[in-house]
């Protein structure tokens, strides 16, 4: 039992720091990443958990790939887990960023990083939209109008109108509300 | 007492930045510049361009960046500490929250409510990100890196059709912009 969560501890730190040191932009990219490795692959959370917890992380203070980190960690490990995952977060860009301080000169101006660097940034594209393809149609394949509707007033609002992620994570979980009170006074009236 | 500085200063942008990466940038560009003089509007700049262009949240980048100029490795470890210590409290609370609460039915219609609207900002994000890389920045035609948007389409079709590894993928993506680059079809 007792190595078998240690064994869990190790997978997870060398994911996270797999992940972390491959995550270039934002923190979508990250998460996306984690629910290939963790939900697709190793099977420790499902496809909905790891969408609440990016709604979480996306919605705390700080780093959501910090955020995210922490969650899955307790999830996984406990306070262990959460250790665990978040210094294998930390630690690829605090190596690499100690590092290129001090050869920022030279690493700036190299070509071959340069075309190296941008031909990534067409393959972590591809891998977002993947990720939002198919848990996109896994939503619209519940067939609930609500659901259809949030994701498309979401994704207007922050593609078209570039109405801040916090706002609209907070309109989506009002809804939530609304809804349940709704079911709740319908349910009594029964 | 640097060092004390520079863990309260990053604490705050920890505890200010809410909503990703972008959020956080003004706040290290006041704390870093305006108040205290670490860094130059410049190296501000060099910065920003090393967070886009290596792994890793900016918060944790412009904090061990900054703090590796001020005042070494110790004050890389102070400043990156201060960032990351807001998100280890308030997430921790958040996660027993929702591991505890999340049977309950108020929560369940929540965060099914929240769900697409996470797959939503997904989505945003990574056609925002292809506009990115194939156009620089807004659909038109004229602009279109045609190298880019057929490496962009490849790798698609890998992790679609073959269900290919991301990273490996990625890896791949990287190999292709070298070799496109070294013909001389990309710049």
Known sequence: MERSRGKRLVTLFFSMLYISAFTFGGGFV???????????????LDEQEMLDMTAIAQSSPGAIAVNAAVLVGWKVGGFAGMVTAVLGTVLPPVAILSLISLFYAMFAENRIVALVLRG???????????????????????RKWVHNAILAAAF???????????WIILCAALVGVILALAERKGGMAK | MTLLELFLSFLQIGLFSIG?????????????????????????????????MTPGPIGINAATFVGMRVAGLAGAASATLGFVLPSLIIVSLLSWVYLRFRQLPMLQSVLASLRPAVVALIGAAGLRMFLQVGFGGQLDIARADWAAIALFAAALFGLRKYKMSPILTIALCGAGGLILGLLGIIQ
């Open chain 1, 156 to 166: 207007a609002a922050t593609f078209f109108f570039k109405v801040n992620v916090v």
């Open chain 1, 30 to 44: 990250i998460v996306t990443l984690m629910k290939r490795r963790f939900v697709d692959e190793l099977h420790w």
């Open chain 1, 120 to 142: 990534m940034q067409s393959g972590v594209a591809a891998v977002i939209v993947d990720v939002a393809l198919g848990l996109g149609a896994k939503v619209l394949k519940n």
């Open chain 2, 20 to 52: 990703g990466g972008y959020a956080a940038i003004p706040l290290i560009q006041s704390q870093a510049v305006e108040i205290h003089g670490w860094l130059t509007a410049e190296q501000f700049l060099d910065l920003a361009t090393i967070a886009e």
